[in-house]
Structure formats: structure tokens, C-alpha cells
């Protein structure tokens, strides 16, 4: 029953993270500009000895990334934008890479760095966005920068063609950089954009998860049972 064993330890882990992937998503249901996660799951079709199909395993093998876009949010603030679908904002992460985000909660710090969120954000040359400190800011339509009633610059947005990876709970990078492309959209100013999950369909996945994973782990342990049963017979046999 070694391979029964094996099948349902897979299966186990798979579900394991599967319930880490929509735990990280129910944490993020108010999240702006958050996209959900969930496991990439493959087959893998092991064979005995003699070219016989023996079991079909399943199991977890990356984390993929939701791209469908959250709602609109009405804030009403001059500062906050949402981007056109399949737009992103460049952004500065603390370690000095960029990423790219959809969260629209932009403000102005101290020093007159335009934010997006919590990270400095791009302009359409790759320089971050900076006004003069203490400067009335305003967001046109075309992602268009304006401190105290001048264009300063525009913001930078990015098609991203290809997977994608979450490196901070609003923020993304492309598998393959080579896959960023420039992109001027319209913005919708006084709009952001919210999580693109639902605390409702969260909690149905995650009861059905720990349902798949229950299962797993019975399975593993009737398999141990019957091992158990089999030695036993072949002990009292010999």
C-alpha cells in the first residue's frame, strides 16, 4: 500500500496549500488593488514495473495569480485612481526592484513623492513621481500629474503579458521582464480598485479544501491500516 500511501500524502499537500492560499486571500478581502492566489495543481501518472499504470497522482506545483480585476470603488478623492484592466503602475519596492500594482491609493509624502500605496511610483520615463513638497496635486484622466495646477509628469503604466508572481499583497512582477510593455490608458479619478476576492467564495473554498484535505489524510491512514492487516497476515502464515 506504499503507493495508496504516497497518492494521499500528495493529495494532502496539495490541499495544504491550497488552504494557505485561501487563508492569504480571506486575510485580503479588504485589501485595494489585491489579487487572489490559487494553487497550480498537476497530474502525474506513475507506472509499475512492467509499463502498467499503476496511480495518478495530484499534486500543488506553483502559485498562480488571479487576474481578473476587483471592483470599482467611488472615493471621491482627487488622488485615487483605478486603471483600465490589464494596466498596471510601476512602483519602487523597499529593496529598490520594481514591482507593478493596481492598488490606486495615491498620496503625496513629505518630500512630495508621489505613492502608490505605500511605494514610490513611476512616471512614464521610469523616474518616480516627485512635486514640490506642500504642492495641490490632482490626477487627470490620462494619469497626468498636476502640482498646483502645472503637468509635472504623467503616470507610468504597464501591460504585463504572461504569469504572473505576487510579491507584496498588492504587488506583482512578471515571470519574464522581457514581457513589460508601456501603456497609456485612461484612469478613473475618485475611483480605486478593490480585492478581486470575496470573503463569501473564500469560505466556500476554504470549507471545501479542508473537506479534500480531511479526505487525504483518512486515506493515508486506512492505507497504514491495511499494511498493518497485511503484515499481520504474513506473519501468522510463515
Do not use: C
Amino acid at each position: 500500500m506504499a503507493d495508496s500511501r504516497y497518492v494521499g500524502m500528495n493529495a494532502a499537500a496539495a490541499r495544504l496549500r491550497d488552504l494557505d492560499a485561501v487563508a492569504d486571500n480571506l486575510a485580503n478581502v479588504e485589501t485595494p488593488g489585491f489579487r487572489g492566489s490559487r494553487p497550480i495543481f498537476q497530474s502525474v501518472v506513475a507506472e509499475l514495473a512492467e509499463g502498467d499504470v499503476s496511480q495518478v497522482h495530484v499534486t500543488a506545483v506553483a502559485d498562480g495569480v488571479d487576474e481578473r480585476s476587483g471592483p470599482a470603488i467611488d472615493t471621491g478623492s482627487p488622488l485615487d485612481v483605478r486603471l483600465a484592466d490589464g494596466s498596471w503602475l510601476a512602483v519602487t519596492l523597499e529593496d529598490g526592484t520594481v514591482g507593478y500594482t493596481r492598488d490606486g491609493r495615491l498620496s503625496v509624502d513629505a518630500d512630495g513623492v508621489v505613492r502608490a500605496g505605500s511605494h514610490p511610483v513611476h512616471d512614464d520615463t521610469g523616474q518616480p513621481v516627485v512635486v514640490a513638497p506642500g504642492a495641490s496635486v490632482r490626477i487627470g484622466e490620462r494619469g497626468e500629474v498636476f502640482a498646483n495646477g502645472d503637468l509635472t509628469s504623467t503616470l507610468g503604466q504597464h501591460a504585463i503579458a504572461g504569469p504572473l508572481t505576487r510579491v507584496r499583497p498588492s504587488v506583482v512582477v512578471g515571470q519574464d521582464a522581457s514581457q513589460v510593455s508601456p501603456v497609456a490608458t485612461p484612469v478613473q479619478v475618485g475611483m480605486r480598485e478593490g480585492s478581486s476576492v470575496s470573503g463569501l467564495d473564500s469560505a466556500i473554498r476554504l470549507i471545501g479544501a479542508q473537506r479534500a484535505y480531511d479526505e487525504a489524510m483518512q486515506a493515508i491512514q486506512t492505507a497504514s491500516k491495511l499494511d498493518e492487516r497485511a503484515s499481520e497476515l504474513g506473519r501468522l502464515r510463515g
